[in-house]
Nanobody
């Protein structure tokens, strides 16, 4: 089993910044990819940013130029630096990871979510 623990959410004014962290622990051989998703009230969960083990990154168009995803492989941790925040960024942010266990099977895991609220 793998656990993802998120931190860094909170309340911030428009134009401000937050940094989210997600640390993975448990039965991990390698992590193929980690990413951040978000879900606002009444909306579907959407990909915000993701990074693969090879270092490739993907961003939603709405956050390009404002958000940056990064990894610390030694700590099995992924970060999301969020700058120039807008009220429409308000959502619950979820960490996601594709993990290869020591038995070499792949599984997908979700964190519990952390609330990000951006006031106008």
């Amino acid at each position: 089993q793998v656990q993802l623990v998120e931190s860094g959410g909170g309340l911030v004014q428009a134009g401000g910044s937050l940094r989210l962290s997600c640390a993975a622990s448990g039965n991990i051989f390698t992590i193929n990819a980690m990413g951040w998703y978000r879900q606002a009230p009444g909306k579907q969960r959407e990909l915000v940013a993701a990074v693969t083990s090879g270092g490739s990154t993907n961003y939603a168009d709405s956050v390009k130029g404002r958000f940056t995803i990064s990894r610390d492989s030694a700590k099995n941790t992924v970060y999301l630096q969020m700058n120039s925040l807008k009220p429409e960024d308000t959502a619950v942010y979820y960490c996601n990871a594709d993990v290869r266990s020591r038995s070499r099977s792949y599984n997908n895991y979700w964190g519990q979510g952390t609330q990000v609220t951006v006031s106008s």
